[in-house]
């Protein structure tokens, strides 16, 4: 999808990470869950209220705050998302959700 790939570019990682976590997280729908409020890339304490199919410009705007994310936690993991290293880039799987690498 073309906004993956604007998104990632803009911001310098993979685009195929930004499809990986929305499809982990919502299966690519282009939709707001219903079953929560934390929108397609399952952002904690997002309060997004919308429901029904996601318009493009909010979906390029839950994919920056899915990178905002990616990027907080570079910083706070202190790791940089590289293209070439899979163990960089399986960080930064890892630590997406807060988990534990262990």
């Given at each position: ?5 604007e998104?990632?570019?803009?911001n ?11 499809y982990k997280e ?14 397609p890339?399952q952002?904690k304490n997002?309060?997004i ?5 996601i318009?493009a410009?909010?979906?390029e705007?839950?994919?920056e705050?899915a990178v905002?994310?990616l ?15 899979d163990?960089?880039?399986k ?5 997406y ?6």
């Amino acid at each position: 999808m073309h906004i993956y790939k604007e998104v990632a570019e803009r911001n310098g990682i993979p685009w195929q990470m930004l499809a990986a976590i929305h499809y982990k997280e919502h299966n690519l729908e282009m939709t707001w869950p219903d079953y929560n409020n934390d929108g397609p890339y399952q952002i904690k304490n997002s309060n997004i209220t919308k429901r029904g199919a996601i318009s493009a410009e909010d979906f390029e705007r839950e994919t920056e705050r899915a990178v905002e994310v990616l990027k907080g936690n570079e910083r706070n993991y202190r790791f940089t998302i590289n293209e070439s290293d899979d163990k960089t880039i399986k960080r930064a799987f890892f630590v997406y959700n807060s988990r534990s690498e262990e």
